[in-house]
């Protein structure tokens, strides 16, 4: 019996060991303030570091302060008396409320009972309780297990209701008097809560619970109660989610502590709360991609911190992280191991350490246990390392071997653990699989015929997100580093937002630059920036913001947002629309509120299967009556094709034919040069002065035979040719420098508004540049800028040249691209308010929607332009440095080194007045050129 005395007694002391008691005896007065406090903490450390403090110690008994590295210690004089402390704190009162948080008493380092005595009578007090009592000096809170910290609220102006629900537990709301019909619904979903999360976990961490109003914006959870700010406390979302998250809390974070470094619990209630109820109402994967797109929108390579350093809730940058990227490790982790030893492993975790810190490493042992599998390697991927996946595939091809279709590509990722979900797509089913990070190269043998293989559809893993899957949203712009743009006439409206944006900057300051490298928000719904770049903002009702995709980089983001008058309150609620793309407020209410489509997954389109049309050709003469109905007809042309020529001609015939008062638009003469083009209709210069004064061949590399027929026609007819396209000196200084290297005359010249947003047209872009431009420009940036400021300007020169002939039909005559599908000048005229077109495209392959009417014609030749067989050192500098073999130049003796100076005695400067010479000469020529510094003629004959 002695034995088992004394090992009884070593068991307990052992429990109970280093055990701590911290007493606080509080004289509070609100009206003045000022709070008084004696502490006594009993403990049998023999010293006890002490916490940052704001209160003002004027006491201490049994023990000293000592400093050791500058971090203050308690060191007991004697370790069997308690130490004692008289301090004071000064806090401000907000209107009768004493909200005291962090840094108000003299904290230690130590886990502590407490029991706090406030001597006030004035106040209704609320702070961490398991249990209360009624004593001389005044109510005493009691808190029956380790607590790290303690925090009081207290207020004059509070509604006290309770309520015992059906699980047993006390229920409390301690609103202002306004509020206090809001307790019965608190009580209803509070104890819906406890409920869901008693079922789930197996018990109630404590007998009682309390909503507590503030008097600022709140969402915080202690031991026992939460706090609720008075600005939300009526909001929907707080009852149907935000109260939810804080009881969850109840068990994670106040029954289960975590380290103030590695801050797991954020994650896994996030998990047990937020994003439960999204999967409950089958929002699972887009509440994944949502904390993926806050992770995207905020973390960079220079704010990036692992999970294992995560504090607590500073700033969204860090938040993605210790919230979002915790939530999908919780999801992973579940995915992992399974869903029943995860719902064991949390089971266990509760039980293991209630009222104790846990680690990242103490949830890595747990779930090892429950699961039987090592995660260490899951554990070092994902919390103690930084960053997410960043998956891509290269050398995509499709083959057919053996009856079977053969799938095969590269794996390019930054991780080498772990799946990543796959399907593979036919016209009429998807397979699904996964593909293992771990190998560089797959080859998968498929019975159908895919069309495209989408990765992670559902996001289940914490990966770095395509620019498609990104919806432009709020969130992307709640930050000091965005560039607010206003007009002048706006400028006084918008005042009071200079003092919120660091960087604001006018429409007609802000450069392409800034535009391009930054995320914008543009204040007024008439600010001309949106016309500009072609952002079809409409304003509704009071007040509206809307998020755009930043048309120069997809990267970024533009926000627009406009109010009949200013209000803070509603952009205190924009901190919590961060998901939505548009929301639109009436009376300070939201009325509207939307998520812009995006992309689900990374999505690879393969260049597979057939497209079928059942030919009914029929000859041009029977549908020009139907093609020429339209006021603008789309001519496009594969530029080296004569027969596309000819038919642009038969085109031009029939709309004259229809309306007399026709107009012929050209891609291939540029604006400055118009004059000359009306010169030549109207006779006033022949035909070779009108190539060289337009600069044909300078500007416009193609044979001139080509268009010869339709420039004969226009001029026999009296119709007038529209020089469309953009001088090509400005888009040089575009695409090199930018719009904002310009002068003002140049700047006049360029359409006011250019429209970025269609991504497919940018796609196809891509496809050409990769194929046809690469060489002729730095980058794919310049290319497509110069691709738009074509567009734009040809579209702007139509639509100007009908709004002053109002009768006038046109035809357009421009390369299939710039037309196709409508893309390119079509929609942009329409844009600007002409509608009545058809596009009509030669010699290109069919696609869905692609044009209004196809042409194939018969191969049918014309003159080939007159060669002299010569490559010249330089379109300026015309010295022969190689001779084309059996040329006409080599049969007549033209050497290299030899210098040409002039054609049949006009003087030739360039390579372009040669070529206008030579594109109108009939029988023979005398060249003169300069060999061996003497002048010589030549005389040559071209073949009929």
Not at 333 to 346: M, P, R, S, V, W
């Amino acid at each position: 019996m002695k034995k088992a005395l004394i090992l009884l007694t070593l068991i307990l002391s052992s429990l109970y060991a280093h055990e701590c008691r911290y007493s606080l005896k509080i004289d509070l007065d609100i009206d003045k303030g000022l709070l008084k406090g004696h502490a006594t903490i009993q403990s049998d450390h023999p010293s006890m570091k002490m916490l940052d403090t704001k209160a003002k110690i004027t006491e201490i008994k049994n023990a000293t302060l000592s400093v050791d590295n500058n971090i203050p210690y308690l060191v007991k004089e004697d370790v069997n008396k308690d130490v004692e402390m008289t301090f004071t704190y000064g806090f401000k009162s907000i209107k009768g409320d004493a909200i005291l948080l962090e840094a108000w008493y003299p904290r230690i380092d130590v886990m502590c009972k407490h029991e706090t005595v406030i001597s006030n009578s004035e106040a209704i007090i609320v702070t961490e309780a398991t249990r209360t009592e009624g004593t001389k000096e005044g109510k005493s809170f009691i808190f029956d297990y380790p607590l790290d910290r303690l925090h009081i609220i207290a207020s004059k102006n509070y509604t006290v209701n309770s309520t015992t629900a059906n699980n047993g537990m006390k229920l409390s709301t301690y609103f202002y008097p306004d509020d206090s019909s809001l307790s019965k619904r608190y009580f209803d979903k509070s104890e819906e809560y406890f409920n869901l999360y008693r079922e789930m976990f197996g018990f109630l961490p404590f007998k009682q619970f309390s909503i507590v109003e503030t008097p600022f914006p709140a969402g915080y959870s202690m031991p026992t109660y939460t706090l609720i700010g008075k600005q939300i406390i009526n909001k929907d979302f707080v009852l149907e989610n935000s109260l939810g998250h804080e009881i969850a809390h109840q068990w994670f974070g106040n029954y289960v502590y975590t380290p103030d470094v590695g801050n797991w619990v954020e994650g896994i209630n996030t998990f047990y709360s937020d994003y439960l109820y999204a999967k409950k109402e089958g929002r699972a994967a887009d509440y994944r991609k949502e904390m993926l797109v806050k992770y995207n929108s905020y973390v960079n390579p220079e704010n990036e911190i692992a999970l294992i350093e995560f504090t607590s809730k500073t700033q969204e940058s860090k938040n993605a992280v210790g919230y979002g990227k915790a939530t999908i490790f919780f999801y992973m982790l579940e995915q992992k191991i399974g869903k029943k030893a995860f719902a064991k492993g949390t089971k266990k975790l509760l039980e293991k350490y209630p009222f104790e810190v846990a680690t990242y490493r103490d949830l890595m042992e747990v779930y090892e246990e429950v699961s039987g599998e090592k995660l260490l390697d899951f554990f070092k991927t994902w919390v103690y390392s930084k960053g997410a996946l960043d998956f891509k595939i290269n050398n995509l091809n499709l083959s057919y071997l053996k009856n079977r279709y053969i799938l095969e590509f590269e794996i390019v990722s930054n991780l080498q653990q772990g799946f990543l979900p796959m399907k593979i797509c036919s016209d009429k089913e998807c397979l699904s699989t996964k593909i293992d990070l771990r190998k560089k190269n797959m080859r998968i043998e498929l019975d159908i015929e895919p069309s495209k293989i989408i990765f992670d559809e559902n996001y289940e893993v914490f990966r770095k997100l395509y620019a498609k899957e990104i919806s432009p949203v709020i969130s992307r712009v709640l930050k000091s580093d965005i560039i607010a743009v206003i007009d002048r006439a706006d400028e006084k409206k918008f005042e009071n937002m200079k003092h919120v944006y660091k960087n604001f900057k006018y429409a007609d300051t802000i450069t392409f630059e800034e535009l391009k490298n930054n995320n914008i928000l543009v204040l007024g719904a008439n600010n001309s920036l949106l016309n500009q770049i072609s952002i079809p903002f409409k304003m509704e009702d009071d007040a509206k913001f809307e998020m755009f995709k930043n048309p120069l980089n997809s990267e970024k983001v533009l926000a627009v947002f406009d109010m009949k008058k200013l209000s803070r309150s509603i952009f205190y609620q924009l901190k919590h629309l961060g998901k939505y793309s548009s929301v639109v407020f009436k009376d300070g209410v939201i009325t509207k509120k939307t998520i812009k489509p995006s992309q689900k997954g990374i999505i690879y389109e393969l260049n597979s299967g057939s497209l079928v049309i059942k030919p009914k050709a029929k000859k041009f003469s029977e549908i020009s009556k139907e093609l020429v109905k339209s006021r603008v007809v789309f001519v496009g042309e594969k530029h080296t094709e004569f027969s596309s020529h000819l038919n642009q001609l038969k085109i031009i015939k029939a709309m004259y034919k229809n309306n007399p008062k026709l107009s012929i638009g050209m891609e291939m003469f540029q604006k400055p040069f118009q004059k000359y083009l009306d010169a030549f209709i109207a006779g006033k210069i022949d035909e070779k002065e009108m190539v060289a004064k337009t600069e044909y061949f300078k500007r416009w590399k193609y044979d001139y035979e080509l268009y010869r027929p339709i420039m004969l026609f226009a001029k026999e007819n009296n119709i007038p040719i529209i020089a469309l396209n953009i001088d090509r000196e400005i888009t040089k200084i575009v695409v090199s420098k930018g719009l904002d290297a310009l002068n003002d005359k140049q700047r006049s010249e360029v359409p006011n508004s250019i429209d970025f947003s269609n991504e497919k047209y940018k796609e196809y872009l891509m496809l050409v540049y990769s194929m046809h431009q690469s060489k002729n420009f730095k980058n794919f940036d310049e290319f497509y800028h110069a691709q738009l400021l074509w567009d734009e300007s040809m579209a702007k020169n139509i639509v100007d040249y009908m709004q002053k002939n109002p009768e006038h039909s046109m035809a357009v005559l421009a390369g299939n691209g710039h037309i196709m599908h409508g893309y390119g000048i079509p929609s942009r005229i329409n844009r600007r308010g002409i509608s009545d077109y058809t596009i009509t495209l030669n010699l290109t392959s069919p696609e869905t929607g692609i044009a209004d009417y196809l042409l194939y014609p018969s191969a049918i030749s014309t003159k080939k332009a007159k060669k002299l067989g010569v490559f010249l050192e330089s379109d300026e500098n015309l010295k022969v440095i190689k001779l084309v073999k059996k040329s006409i130049a080599s049969k007549a003796e033209i050497k290299v080194g030899d210098t040409i100076v002039s054609f049949n005695g006009t003087p030739i400067k360039s390579i372009f007045d040669l070529k206008t010479e030579l594109a109108f000469i009939e029988g023979s020529v005398k060249l003169k050129l300069i060999r061996d510094l003497k002048e010589i003629s030549v005389d040559i004959k071209f073949d009929d």
